[in-house]
């Protein structure tokens, strides 16, 4: 199909959160996570899946300096790192200052009935080897989306 359409720019990329959510599944993990801690005071949460959690901003910075540039062919974009989902929800957790209680558990345990793979980790080797950059770590990209989210509930109340 891509060659096909001659020029072309392909995107891969994986684990997205964002300050607009994905109105499909209402929300993102952040915002479910937060939101389940706050209401039960702990939560259950897979140790057998391991990805780079990438953050909107981010994926949307990269992607305008990939077109600016005119690049061709597959990127993955992604933010730097890997961490299981259960890690994802310690660093959630830690960041944004709350006790709650992450219990380690297995995808087969939680009783999900969609297959993923057990490693999605996507190098962005071609990024850095082009001249695009390295992608900041998940953390420091996870911090910077709990700010924002602050700051846009102090201005709506």
Known sequence: MRSLAGRNL???????????GASGKGGNFVETMLRLG????????????VFS????????????????????????VTNAGSCSWHEFAQGIFELAQRRVDVQPAT???MGSTVLRPAYSVLDNRRLREEGFGAMR???????EYLSRRRDRMDVAA
Do not use: M, Y
């Not at 995107?11 to 607009?20: D, Y």
């Not at 770590?137 to 911090?143: C, G, K, Q, S, T």
């Open 10 to 20: 392909v995107i891969r990329t994986s684990g997205l959160f964002g300050l607009a």
């Open 53 to 76: 959690p990438t953050f909107t901003h981010d994926l949307a910075e990269k992607i305008q300096q990939l077109v600016e540039a005119e690049a061709q062919g597959v990127f993955h």
């Open 107 to 109: 995808a087969a345990a």
């Open 137 to 143: 770590p998940w953390r420091d990209a996870l911090e």
């Open 38 to 49: 706050r209401e039960r005071g702990n939560v259950s949460v897979v140790t057998d899946q």
